[in-house]
């Protein structure tokens, strides 16, 4: 069993910033890619940022120059710098990995989903 986590988010001022948090905890063989997703009311879920095992990085063009995103290989977890935040930052973010776990000597494979959290900018 994999247990995903993410913590964070919260109401900040236009201009403020946030830090986004998301760990990984179970029977892990190896975690892959992971990533940060928004989704706004009425829209579909749309990817934020991605990081590689290698570490290569990927960003949306909305939040290139103000969002970092980064990981920690030792504590499986993945973080999401949010900087220079505008209101239509506004969203429900969601931290994504694709992780091989253990099961019963083998090795399986699935994509695992935070519980979501709610990002408010607004004055």
């Known amino acids: 069993q994999v247990q995903f986590v993410e913590s964070g988010g919260g109401l900040v001022q236009p201009g403020g910033s946030l830090r986004l948090s998301c760990a990984a905890s179970g029977s892990i063989f190896s975690i892959h890619r992971m990533g940060w997703y928004l989704q706004a009311p009425g829209k579909q879920r749309e990817l934020v940022a991605s990081?590689?095992?290698?570490?290569?990085?990927n960003y949306a063009d909305s939040v290139k120059g103000r969002f970092t995103i980064s990981r920690d290989n030792a504590k499986n977890a993945v973080y999401l710098q949010m900087s220079s935040l505008k209101p239509e930052d506004t969203a429900v973010y969601y931290c994504n990995a694709a992780i091989s776990y253990l099961v019963s000597g083998k090795i399986g494979r699935n994509d695992y989903w935070g519980q979501g959290t709610q990002v408010t900018v607004s004055s």
């Open positions: 990081i590689t095992s290698g570490g290569s990085i």
